[in-house]
């Protein structure tokens, strides 16, 4: 049981260029999320998914876009990577809304674009 | 927007001794759910502790305990018996009963354990 595995740990983007963070779980969660930490910011919520095939945007979602074609994956596109989406990404899952189960995280994704 | 305030950016502590984490929020709803995380130097982000506003008690786990003040919307953390192993980001959150993964957090707080 390897819970939340984000991947890559560590990336460096050109600006303009784009690329995919991968993020899957095997927990069989429903709920699965993408969040942005920066310093003095928190963590804010980009998108976020109820389960397969559905989808929603969060605090700050432009620039980045999401798919859920399957329960353990969540992978977070950026289109065109800007030096503002530098940051610490964090992929997280839940179980049960009912009990509003806590969230898992991944170890993140510490991405710089220059 | 509805927010998570932690005003004290860093705070330090004696090994041994209890520290206080402040964490004001605000809502309009009347269920929702708090949480402290902590976050080490590995960067992984740990749940502490979680408190069910309808729930009048206060959480407690372990050496930590929360004070949660409903009608102040105020939700400190109590960390007893301060560990060198303590020494971490903690972030205050708010989620809502069937909005799992959006969790609002605050700023953050940086707790240093002196020896």
């Known amino acids: 049981n390897a819970g939340v595995t984000q991947t890559p740990k560590f990336q460096v983007l050109k600006t303009g260029q784009s690329m995919t963070l991968q993020c899957a779980q095997d927990?069989?969660?429903?709920?699965m999320s993408w969040y942005r930490q920066d310093p003095g910011m928190g963590l804010r919520l980009i998108h976020y998914s109820v389960g397969a095939g559905i989808t929603d945007q969060g605090e700050v979602p432009n620039g980045y876009n999401v798919s859920r074609s399957t329960t353990e994956d969540f992978p977070l596109r950026l289109l065109s990577a800007a030096p503002s989406q530098t940051s610490v990404y964090f992929c997280a899952s839940s179980y049960d809304r009912a009990n509003n189960s806590p969230l898992h995280f991944g170890n993140g994704t510490r991405l710089t674009v220059t | 927007a509805q927010t998570v305030t932690q005003s004290q950016p860093e705070m330090s502590v004696q090994e041994a001794e209890t520290v206080t984490l402040s964490c004001t929020y605000d809502t309009s709803e009347s269920d929702y759910y708090l949480f402290w995380y902590k976050q080490p130097p590995s960067r992984q982000m740990i749940l502490v502790i979680r408190q069910e506003a309808y729930k009048q008690q206060n959480a407690t786990e372990n050496r930590f305990s929360v004070n949660f003040q409903k009608a102040a919307k105020s939700f400190s953390l109590k960390i007893s018996d301060s560990q060198l192993g303590d020494a971490a980001m903690y972030f205050c959150a708010r989620g809502y009963t069937g909005a799992n993964s959006k969790l609002t957090f605050g700023k953050g707080i940086t707790l240093s354990v002196r020896p």
């Open positions: 927990m069989n969660h429903e709920y």
